[in-house]
């Protein structure tokens, strides 16, 4: 599977929370075929730390239509390495089994915007739809 990769450079302080390698083992592990991009960038607010943007068809002309776009924000790098795990455990592969679904959905479904946030605080996690 081949899709565009954008990384932002980042300061020290702050570290991507999964390596493109197990990013890449978990989409092909999932059949993950048909993914538009691939974003490694910063996040200025908020827990969220993976974020999934699908492009309903109903953009007919826009370069991502009916395909998705897969935001990594960068973490304190002092917590990389529990958050990297954190994600590897569940999030990812809920994540990647999203992206799957989205691929063999009903032509309802692909017609509209979808999106997917996998959030941590602390120990918790939240993957929410909307």
Request: charged share 25%; with cysteine.
């Amino acid at each position: 599977m081949t899709y565009d990769l954008n990384r932002t450079k980042i300061p020290k302080a702050l570290a991507f929370p999964i390596k493109r390698s197990s990013l890449d083992a978990a989409l092909e592990a999932a059949g993950v075929r048909n993914l538009a991009t691939v974003t490694f960038t910063t996040r200025q607010t908020g827990s969220v730390v993976l974020h999934v943007e699908y492009t309903g068809e109903h953009r007919r002309g826009w370069a991502g239509a009916g395909k998705a776009a897969l935001f990594i924000y960068a973490v304190p790098t002092t917590e990389r390495p529990s958050i990297e795990q954190t994600i590897l455990r569940s999030p990812l592969g809920q994540l990647c089994a999203w992206l799957r679904k989205a691929e063999g959905a009903g032509n309802v479904w692909r017609e509209a915007d979808h999106h997917l946030d996998v959030s941590l605080s602390g120990r918790q996690v939240e993957v929410r739809e909307w």
